[in-house]
């Protein structure tokens, strides 16, 4: 079975870069579009970023300009550059397959906070 483990978040300051990273297990992660998602509390998770096997991006309007989404699938490795934060990022962020393909189980994802 698929796994997806995200790493790379922390406390950061308004202005600050992080870079998250997240590891799918299994070698169907080449053939997916995968997104970056993310959930603050008391709210429904939203995407944030997609990038398609040939490296086509998009971008929720929040993060255009700010963020950065990449990928290595010989790595089978996604990434997300996120600068310029603001305490309106913070939030849980996890990665899994774009909408609508058949999503993977979802990691446990890793926490980013702005905050000064």
């Known amino acids: 079975q698929v796994q997806l483990v995200e790493s790379g978040g922390g406390l950061v300051q308004p202005g600050g870069s992080l870079r998250l990273s997240c590891a799918a297990s299994?070698?169907?992660?080449?053939?997916?579009?995968m997104g970056w998602y993310r959930q603050a509390p008391g709210k429904q998770r939203e995407l944030v970023a997609t990038i398609t096997r040939g490296g086509s991006t998009n971008y929720a309007d929040s993060v255009k300009g700010r963020f950065t989404i990449s990928r290595a699938n010989a790595k089978n490795t996604v990434y997300l550059q996120m600068n310029s934060l603001k305490p309106e990022d913070t939030a849980v962020y996890s990665c899994n397959a774009g909408p609508g393909a058949t999503m993977l189980p979802w990691g446990q994802g890793t926490q980013v906070t702005v905050s000064s």
């Open positions: 299994g070698s169907i992660f080449s053939i997916y579009t």
